[in-house]
């Protein structure tokens, strides 16, 4: 599923359910982070993190421990770029060599309303109202899970490239719902890539099997394009 809106030159993996034990080929590193969590958090850990090393293999990258940052983003070998999500139904994750990416951001989500009270909380007057007019023209997907996907895409770009937090705030995503793309906006100065500044992303995103997912990719011969 992820696959499908990213390009050949980053590896995907993705599994819709988890098929193996807790802990299951982490490394001791790994396994000392999750020992005290609880059983589901484990199997999702576990899981990411097999895909992870499976789509490192396809580069030829020999596996290692991923262990998160103080912000939870996983910390990838030199010359590798990569992105994880796990939702309910769902784990994925890719990765891609850095002389050709510069970042990857991924996020799967359940294709359904988000809960009450959060439209608000992760999205602007611009965007709910881009909502509205969508669900109405173009009915069949949960754009306001669509846009929060996005955003946590967005995030996962953003972070490794700024080292600096993106509140939901500071970036505007317009759904496009026949491409299936989406462009973000940054409502705040971007960072700048081998001299380029990057003032928005765009990305792409699909609906299937009760799922929707988002995907971010920033090739290093471009500031902001999907390639």
């Known amino acids: 599923m992820i696959g499908e809106v990213l390009p050949a030159a980053v590896a995907a993996e993705a599994a819709y359910d988890d098929g193996r034990e807790p802990g299951e080929e982490l490394f001791p590193q790994e396994k000392a982070l999750v020992a005290n969590a609880v059983p589901k958090r484990q199997r999702e850990f576990t899981t990411v993190r097999f895909l992870a090393r499976r789509a490192m293999r396809r580069l030829g990258q020999r596996p290692v421990p991923l262990l998160p940052n103080r912000r939870g983003a996983p910390q990838w070998p030199e010359g590798i770029v990569g992105s994880m999500t796990h939702c309910d139904g769902y784990r994925a994750a890719v990765v891609a060599r850095s002389e050709g990416t510069v970042a990857l951001g991924i996020d ?24 509205a007019s969508l669900t109405e023209r173009h009915p069949g997907v949960s754009y306001d899970r669509l846009i929060f996907s996005a955003k946590e895409s967005v995030f996962k770009v953003w972070y490794p490239l700024t080292g600096r937090e993106l509140d939901f705030s500071e970036a505007e995503i317009d759904i496009d719902p026949v491409e299936r793309t989406f462009q973000a906006r940054l409502l705040v100065p971007g960072p700048f890539v081998n001299g380029r500044h990057i003032g928005e992303f765009q990305g792409r995103w699909i609906a299937d099997r009760g799922l929707v997912a988002t995907a971010i990719h920033v090739a290093s011969e471009s500031s902001s394009v999907f390639h």
């Open 108 to 131: 799967a989500e359940p294709d359904a309303p988000l809960p009450e009270g959060v439209l608000d909380v992760v999205t602007l007057p611009a965007e709910r109202t881009r909502i």
